[in-house]
């Protein structure tokens, strides 16, 4: 980093395409139709993870058109480029079962970011987005400490990997979404989520995924997790405007949200 020789790993055409396709403008549809249509891989992924969401219909989606008219173009949009981005965050070499735990806990926190937002009624799509590229720092930086492990001869134990992951993901995670020139309004969040007050005109956003990353950290049963009680009167539910009372709805949502992990990553 200090000579600026940090590998960063492209983001995958199919991605940056999606994102830079829109999802304000229903006349993009047949836009992202087309786009995701370019892959048939993903495409048939695409299709499965959306014929087994929570809110599918009665009939089997058969094609992107019906997972549009269904689903939402948002919806679609996040499908795609999570499932673009989800092979290369998942290729450590040597590191699979790590890699995994990390982007398990950044789609997780994504989910939580959409539920959240849906609560509140708001708009979803940059939610989600900003909860599955919060973290994407330490997802980065594995890869690259490995690396740099191998080319010095070293074996590093988990723990070695771990403290290396806290001192460098933040910075690394900078690094990445600034590279892969995504919306302004990531790059804040992904900055300031855990420091939301700093966040300016972006502060909700910045919250939402503050409290989705702690929403996955108890779904996950992370060892930092809080307690559903402390949950409940954490300062950035309150700072969303949820009450204890309006906030315990969100916990029904914790089956569902596992359930999707799992058609995402199977178990």
């Known amino acids: ?135 994407i720092g330490r997802a980065v930086t594995l890869g690259a400490v490995h690396n740099a492990a191998q080319r010095a001869g070293l074996e590093l134990a988990g723990s070695d990997y771990d403290g290396l992951i806290e001192i460098f993901s933040h910075d690394v995670g900078q690094r990445v979404i600034s590279a892969w020139a995504l919306p302004p309004p990531v790059l804040v969040v992904v900055a300031q989520w855990d420091n939301y007050a700093a966040a300016g005109a972006l502060q909700w956003e910045s919250n939402v995924v503050n409290v989705a990353h702690k929403m996955a950290d108890f779904t996950l049963h992370e060892p930092c997790m809080l307690t559903r009680d402390l949950l409940l009167i954490d300062r950035g539910i309150r700072d969303l405007g949820l009450s204890v009372q309006h906030a315990e709805p969100l916990f029904d949502s914790t089956d569902a949200i596992n359930a999707e992990l799992d058609r995402y990553l199977s178990p």
């Open 1 to 135: 980093m200090a000579r600026n020789e940090l590998a960063i790993p492209s983001l995958p055409e199919v991605a940056v395409r999606v994102v830079a396709s829109g999802t304000k403008n229903s006349g993009n549809a047949h836009l992202l139709a087309d786009i995701i249509q370019a892959d048939a891989a993903l495409t048939q992924y695409v299709l499965r993870i959306a014929s087994s969401a929570a809110k599918r219909p009665a009939l089997p989606i058969t094609s992107l058109q019906h997972a549009i008219a269904w689903l939402g173009l948002d919806d679609v949009a996040n499908i795609a480029f999570t499932l673009a981005l989800q092979g290369k965050m998942l290729h450590v070499e040597g590191q699979h079962r790590k890699a995994r735990r990390l982007w398990r806990h950044s789609l997780a926190s994504a989910l939580w970011a959409r539920q959240l937002a849906h609560l509140l009624h708001r708009e979803t799509g940059l939610c989600y987005l900003c909860g599955l590229l919060h973290n």
